[in-house]
């Protein structure tokens, strides 16, 4: 990794290199885009707006000019760079330009949020496009309607209506990822240690903490795709608050990493989320970090 950062910050051509390359190979294996992101948001925070911009023109072209040789869909490099580039553009910006994790974050959720409203103004309801979408697909389809009477539910319409919510989701995450990992290779470059120490304080105030909370308790439990959507960014956003007073807590008390790598692999289930979404909440209160 930290030999991809030497490499993109040489200039504006090896940076576009990468971003435009990732970007295309994401299509196969989604979390390169992380790679993609982490690129421009290393290049922003290095070399400002304005020392961006040719690095910019040149991965658009590049973008293009890989999606038409690879799909025959230069369009799709249009779309993909707006959805992937530009929100980790705009957070990389807030950090440059604010020294402040803590915004970058929020700002990551803004898009995702922004991602909800703009697919609400253009569709109406998003769960018609969905299901239209989904449908469109003929062996999904096709398992989806032949699962329904196994368990009584219509897996095509709870799809469809979940997908707004998942999508903003993963604007969130792959937002925030990239973002970090950009933030990530800058320190190891000029501040060593500077990324894990704005990690471990992270704090999103008592405010954001809990109105996010509630948001998500409404959110999770109503029968509407909308609300479900605005809380899937902030059910990743307590989790985001929660993974930092861990590993505050964690460097505080110099416990073995095998201790954070646990809690990571705990993840995969659902009810350790809901754990560390109330430990967010929890430290926003009474500081837990503070008193370790």
Known sequence: MGAIANFVVRGPGQAALVAATTLTMSVALPPVVWLSNAVLALYLMRFGWKGSVP???VS??????????VFGLPTLG??????FWLPVLISALVLRVTVSLELATLSCLASALAAVLVSYALLGDPAVYWRDFLGS?????????????????DLLGLFAKLATGLMAGGVFLNTLLGLYLGRHWQAQQFQPGGFKEAFCGLKLGLAV?????IVCALGLFSETGFGFALAMPLVFLLTV?????????????????????SVYLALLVPHVVVLICVLAIVDAWFDLRARV
């Open 209 to 213: 903490n809990t109105a996010s909370a």
């Open 55 to 57: 690095m910019l023109l």
């Open 78 to 83: 249009i779309v993909s760079g707006l959805i």
């Open 60 to 69: 658009t072209l590049g973008a293009l000019a890989l999606f038409w040789a």
């Open 137 to 153: 697909n003929a062996q999904l389809s096709e398992l989806l309607v032949q699962s329904a009477p196994l368990n009584g539910v």
């Open 241 to 261: 608050q929660g993974l930092a007073v861990v590993h505050g807590i964690a460097a505080a008390r110099q416990w073995p990493k095998m201790v954070v790598v």
